[in-house]
C-alpha cells in the first residue's frame, strides 16, 4: 500500500526554523520525483520544492530559495523540507508529493498534509 505521510509542522515565530518529512512507504523514493507544495488559506496550491534521483537535481520557488533545503534519505525512504528563516508569508498547509510513469502512464500519490504557522 502506497503511504505519503508528512510530520514536523508546528507553531514558530517569525525567522525561526522547522523540518518537515515524508515518510514513503510502498514504492522507493528513487522512481519518483518528490515534491514539497504547500497551500495557505484562500490560495491555491503551489510547488515549493522537488527532488528526483533521475535527474540528480532539485528545484526551488524564488520565494524559497537560500531558506528551504530539501534532501533525501535512501535508507529510510524520506524525504525532508529544512526550512530556515522563516516568514509569516510561509503558513500554509504543506504536502508531499510523489509523481512519475509507471507502465506508461502518470502517476501521483499525496500525503494528507501538515500545517505549518509563523507567527509572533
Known amino acids: 500500500q502506497v503511504q505519503l505521510v508528512e510530520s514536523g509542522g508546528g507553531l514558530v515565530q517569525p525567522g525561526g526554523s522547522l523540518r518537515l518529512s515524508c515518510a514513503i512507504s510502498g514504492f522507493s523514493l528513487n522512481h519518483y520525483a518528490i515534491s514539497w507544495f504547500r497551500q495557505a488559506p484562500g490560495k491555491e496550491r503551489e510547488g515549493v520544492s522537488c527532488?528526483?534521483?533521475?535527474?540528480?537535481?532539485?528545484y526551488y520557488e524564488d520565494s524559497v530559495k537560500g531558506r528551504f533545503t530539501i534532501s533525501g534519505d535512501n535508507a529510510k525512504n524520506t524525504v525532508s523540507l529544512q526550512m530556515n528563516s522563516l516568514k509569516p508569508e510561509d503558513t500554509a498547509v504543506y504536502y508531499c508529493n510523489a509523481a512519475g510513469i509507471r507502465s506508461g502512464s502518470y502517476i501521483e500519490y499525496w500525503g494528507q498534509g501538515t500545517q505549518v504557522t509563523v507567527s509572533s
Open positions: 527532488i528526483s534521483s533521475s535527474i540528480s537535481g532539485t
